[in-house]
Structure formats: structure tokens, C-alpha cells
């Protein structure tokens, strides 16, 4: 009998790593999920206005600082990313640091936001039924809160594996996660903190 050699033949590659797949179908499903809650904000509104059941008021400065912040962190995020792709391995360390820092300021200002809502009495659970205005801003604003924690958490990540030396040119796939989802975070900001400013 001969001898014969099996070849194992690998499997190819994925076009879209499974991680980035599963991203951009959890952002996907995060848009429906705001889409629902700004749908239910310009349906509420009239009616509630026709019964002087709707209470307009000016939003907290401290949301647009958060709308800076998340513009710069953005951009810092992004250069962290491009840095990776050169091996510029030191620049991507000090880049990510510094996003999250910005991270943390943007989370320092949506809570100085929140309390000045409190100062104006207008809370999620509130006793006068016209301020429920302020109900749909407190959901919002707290659910994009949360997904700001889970880019945190992407950026703590990255963080340990830039010190690790697991981010570089050839490995970049984790640092490319965490930037598009942390652009998706900002842009996401940028159109509700629009909308509210907008439609209050």
C-alpha cells in the first residue's frame, strides 16, 4: 500500500472577525433600543402639551461640556488606534490614558448634569405629572451613561494589553474594537445630546 501524506488544510479566515461582527450587531441593536425612547419622547410630547402635562426647560451646561469631552476623546481614541498601527507602542499607552481620563470627565459632567435636574426638582420620579419632560431625559441620559461604562471597560482593557505589548500592527483587532465602539458612543452623544437640546 502507498503512503500518503494528508494535507490538513486550514480553514479560511472570516472576512469580519466574530468579535467585531458581534459589535456592530450589539450597536445596531443599541440604536433601535434610543430610537425607541426618542420615538416615544416626540409621540408623548404633544399630547401631554395639550394637557399642560409637558414641562420645557433649559438643559445643564454640563451636557455640552460632556459633548466636548466626548469630541476630544474621540479624537485622542483615534490617534491611540493609528499610533497601534505603526508600532508606535508608547504613544499608543499614553493615548489611551489619556481617553480615559477624558472618560472619566465625561462621566464627572453627566453626573454635575444630573444634579442640577435634582436642583430643579426635576427628577425620574417626579410629583408634579407636567415634569415627565424630564423623565424621558433622565432615561436617555442615563441609558447612554451605561453604555459609556461598557466603553470603559473596553479602554481599561486595552489599557493592560498596550503594557502587555498584545497591541501592535499585527495584532490590532482588540484596539479596532474599542475604537469603533467608542466612536459609536460619542456619535451617539452627539445625535441625542442634539435631539434634546432641540426638541425640549
Known amino acids: 500500500m502507498e503512503n500518503r501524506t494528508v494535507k490538513k488544510v486550514k480553514d479560511p479566515a472570516p472576512l469580519v472577525p ?30 401631554a402639551e395639550a394637557k399642560q402635562l409637558w414641562t420645557s426647560f433649559d438643559l445643564p451646561i454640563y451636557f455640552f461640556y460632556s459633548l466636548i469631552i466626548s469630541i476630544l476623546s474621540s479624537v485622542t481614541i483615534q490617534m491611540a488606534t493609528n499610533a497601534a498601527k505603526k508600532d508606535e507602542l508608547a504613544r499608543n499607552k499614553g493615548l489611551i490614558a489619556v481617553t480615559l481620563v477624558l472618560s472619566v470627565l465625561f462621566c464627572y459632567s453627566q453626573y454635575l448634569g444630573w444634579s442640577r435636574l435634582v436642583m430643579q426638582d426635576l427628577t425620574f420620579v417626579n410629583a408634579r405629572p407636567e415634569h415627565i419632560s424630564a423623565s424621558y431625559v433622565w432615561v436617555i441620559t442615563v441609558l447612554h451613561f451605561v453604555h459609556i461604562l461598557g466603553g470603559i471597560i473596553l479602554l ?42 432641540f426638541a425640549r
Not at 24 to 47: H, K, N, Q, T
Not at 171 to 186: D, E, K, R
Open 156 to 197: 481599561l482593557i486595552a489599557q493592560v494589553k498596550s503594557f502587555r505589548l498584545d497591541i501592535h500592527k499585527k495584532q490590532i483587532t482588540f484596539m479596532s474594537i474599542t475604537n469603533t465602539y467608542w466612536h459609536f458612543v460619542g456619535l451617539l452623544w452627539f445625535i441625542l445630546y442634539l435631539f434634546l437640546y
Open 18 to 47: 466574530p468579535a467585531k461582527f458581534n459589535l456592530w450587531l450589539f450597536m445596531l441593536a443599541s440604536c433601535m433600543l434610543f430610537a425607541a425612547f426618542v420615538s416615544a419622547y416626540i409621540v408623548a410630547r404633544p399630547d
